[in-house]
């Protein structure tokens, strides 16, 4: 199997959720970024060691939160020396509006994945876009690059779109799975 | 009275729609571009004289039609020499996801804005994310630097929502009001 | 005169030498963030106060700095209560590489500029890229939205492109113009 | 070996000879997009079996040639029956002004591999961004996500920078050598 980390930082417990759906998707480990922007010295190695690293974070005032920017300006210093050059990588984020700007957060992640030689895994589902759309469905939201959940403001995690959760675990065997191939080729 | 033009492609009718809404909250003028990607020389020469410049488009594949697109890269006669400097410009787009990287299709409208020498105007309404909101609240769709709208791949025109209706027709008044308070400055 | 203020994160002195000059050119005030990603409560004020906010940041790992992010966060309150609606916003940029994804640095402060429902002012210069350009000449960098600066990794402060800051310094003029023009009609 | 194939519009003849160097290093194929935005049947055919497509494009007024556009939009025949789902895809940009908007070029192009599903290649060649650097060194234009190529307004292509084209033959090389890997996975 391939060794995929998620890290992430989660203000309120949804992107917490999503983080978790993706884990379990992935069979991977999760790592939190916490309130102060710190990520403990287990997740760093976890990361140096990683086939693959998914970023998560809310998107708040139209991009990642600044905990998760601290850590990707302290993940400078694994930039420098190359450490995670050519890993595979993957995003996600949620926020309260059906748009709220969430596509410049997984861009941005996308950029920092790029920064460190990375390769970019795709969500690679259909839209559910049609009148019998659900809010249940798989990739409701239409996103492309990764994936999105809306949690409206007033909404606990409890009641998180199960579309946008079962989103969040496809993507997760999604992205360990190329990991995975990848992996194997490098050994072959 | 300001003077506030809107340009804008249509594939299906529904960007057509809303272009509709904003001119009438603007009190403006509609200039579609075509199916091969011209705008009429009266286009062109309302473009020159406005104080206020609305881009439209569908967001296909990720970004502005085609036909939009080239629309833009014939402006560059206009960029050449300044002549739409410092007007005042805004946007609007709609595709058939939630998301569906519509965010990126408003982001080229302010590049192509900037590209310009002109001032931006966002939306100004407060999103509609609680769970009380409905389908046709103004900024239903939570977007800030512009209008977006949705409209489900199978649904005809009417059948769009008078929510992303509504938010396009304030933002055609709310773009011509700020054009105007300019010009009122520059008579001053 | 149009109250502009000068709101920013340096890191190592090159952002604070671009921020001088456009606070010199705006005839604004300057607002640091600290190495903690504060702002003072004066500073706070100013921005309640001001007609123009322009938004400082070096680009680090694809970005704006976590500090500059904290801040923005912190904007939430402002937000929430629409302080800062219809204000004029600006923003600026610098970093080692000749790109280096600033780009995305100020379409973040655009979106920023949204989420507060402003009004967004491009830098309105020509690119100096034809093969007479020099280094020292206004908009070397051939940006559009706002001004950006380089400045070689193994430079000091003082050895800054004196084409970028004068490009800043007109920006702040061009910014300050704006919001002064705005201003005039407001009481008009 | 594996199967690369560079789609691109060229305006002038710079992004042609980008594509030259990528295609020499990837040992791939060239597939050239008319001046009306059309590509041959032939084109389309290796696209479908291409186990990696790399896109190509100037930067006009902020993004992608139109041409380049309808070349995107065509492909939504492609999308309906995700023919190029877990492909790699790359991507490369040329234009005047140092940065002049190629980052949103580049971003598009991520968004587009994202929309048909794929895995996208970053650059991975650290920045030319110190005193010593030089014109001829290779990504001194400091991009991450994919190559970036400057040449001057009034240079014909025989004058592109020596730096810029050796990135982009790297570049091939890297995008062709991750969808080996990727195949051989594939069969083992």
Redesign the interface.
């Known amino acids: 199997m391939s060794n995929t980390v998620v890290v992430y930082h989660s203000g309120y417990g949804h992107t917490q959720r999503m983080a978790e759906a993706i884990a379990e998707g992935a069979g991977g480990a999760l790592y939190p970024i916490d309130s102060d ?1 710190n990520l403990s010295d287990d997740g760093w190695a976890a990361l140096d060691a990683a086939d693959a690293i998914i970023f998560g974070s809310p998107t ?8 998760f ?2 850590f ?2 302290t ?2 210093k694994a ?1 420098f020396t ?1 450490k995670w ?2 890993k595979v990588f993957g995003g996600f984020t949620n ?10 957060t997984l ?2 992640f ?15 589902i ?2 559910a ?3 019998a ?1 659900k809010r249940d469905d798989a990739n ?7 994936p ?1 959940a ?1 949690s ?4 606990v995690p409890s009641e998180m779109s199960a579309g946008d959760l079962e989103t969040a675990r496809l993507y997760g065997t999604r992205v360990a799975g ?1 990991a995975q ?2 992996s ?3 050994i ?1």
């Not at 920092?112 to 795709?122: D, E, I």
Request: charged share 20%; aromatic share 10%; glycine share 12%.
């Open positions: 922007g708040y005032m139209g991009g990642p939160s600044w905990q920017k601290k990707a300006d993940s400078s930039w190359n050059q050519d926020s309260a509006s059906l748009n709220g700007d969430k596509l410049n861009e941005y996308v950029l920092l994945a790029g920064q460190h030689g990375g390769l970019w895994v795709s969500l690679g259909k839209p876009n049609v009148k759309s409701r939201m239409g996103s492309y690059i990764a999105m809306q409206d403001a007033d909404a190329i191939r990848f194997l080729a490098q072959a």
